[in-house]
């Protein structure tokens, strides 16, 4: 089994920068990728953005160029930096393990507040 923390949310002002980490432990050498998805008040969760074991980062139309998907050397930690952040980032942000059974393994989840 994988476990999955989160940490780095907070409360910034809108414009600012946010950098959210996720590490996994566990069976790690099941892990094929890794991603963030969020949920804000009232929303679906919606995917943030996704990296897979090659490297390869898949991210969400509407977010490409704010926020940017990396790896550590570990390959068991991801990081999220999120740039120029607006009132409407404002979410709960997932980490999810996807392993080689195709079941995804999800975190308590992180809080961003971005303030207008």
């Known amino acids: 089994q994988v476990q999955v923390a989160e940490s780095g949310g907070g409360f910034v002002q809108s414009g600012g920068s946010l950098r959210l980490s996720c590490a996994a432990s566990?069976?790690?050498?099941?892990?094929?990728?890794m991603g963030w998805y969020r949920q804000a008040p009232g929303k679906e969760r919606e995917l943030v953005a996704i990296i897979d074991d090659n490297g390869s980062a898949s991210y969400a139309d509407s977010l490409k160029g704010r926020f940017t998907i990396s790896k550590h050397n570990t390959k068991t930690t991801v990081y999220l930096q999120m740039n120029d952040l607006k009132p409407e980032d404002t979410a709960v942000y997932y980490c999810?393990?996807?392993?080689?059974?195709?079941?995804?393994?999800w975190g308590q989840g992180t809080l961003v507040t971005v303030s207008s």
């Open positions: 566990g069976t790690i050498s099941t892990i094929t990728a």
């Open positions: 999810v393990v996807a392993t080689t059974d195709d079941r995804g393994t």
